[in-house]
């Protein structure tokens, strides 16, 4: 069964943190280079980070030195640890495998920061 399960969004103030994760199936975890992407109100969905299944990780300009994307191959589970919010950070947060474009994506978590 596909599925994915994101967690962990919130209000937070600006220069606060958060910590996301990611639930999904075997079938699109085990071996895939994973992502989390982000939407925010009246813009496209776009890529933030993204991982191996070595560990080898790649960020967005935007977010890079603040955000940090992490894996837990045994749990299948995927991270987001987001220091030093902003903002411009304030979005719907996704996982799914990277690049991804199928039509499938979880519910999303929703971040605000805002003071």
């Known amino acids: 069964q596909v599925q994915l399960v994101e967690s962990g969004g919130g209000l937070v103030q600006p220069g606060g943190s958060l910590r996301l994760s990611c639930a999904a199936s075997?079938?699109?975890?085990?071996?895939?280079?994973m992502g989390w992407y982000r939407q925010a109100p009246g813009k496209q969905r776009e890529s933030v980070a993204r991982?191996?299944?070595?560990?080898?990780?790649v960020y967005a300009d935007s977010v890079k030195g603040r955000f940090t994307i992490s894996r837990d191959n045994a749990k299948k589970t995927l991270y987001l640890q987001m220091t030093s919010l902003k903002p411009e950070d304030t979005a719907v947060y996704y996982c799914?495998?990277?690049?991804?474009?199928?039509?499938?994506w979880g519910q999303g978590t929703q971040v605000t920061v805002s003071s």
């Open positions: 075997a079938g699109i975890f085990s071996g895939n280079t």
């Open positions: 799914n495998q990277a690049p991804w474009e199928g039509d499938y």
């Open positions: 991982i191996t299944s070595g560990g080898t990780t």
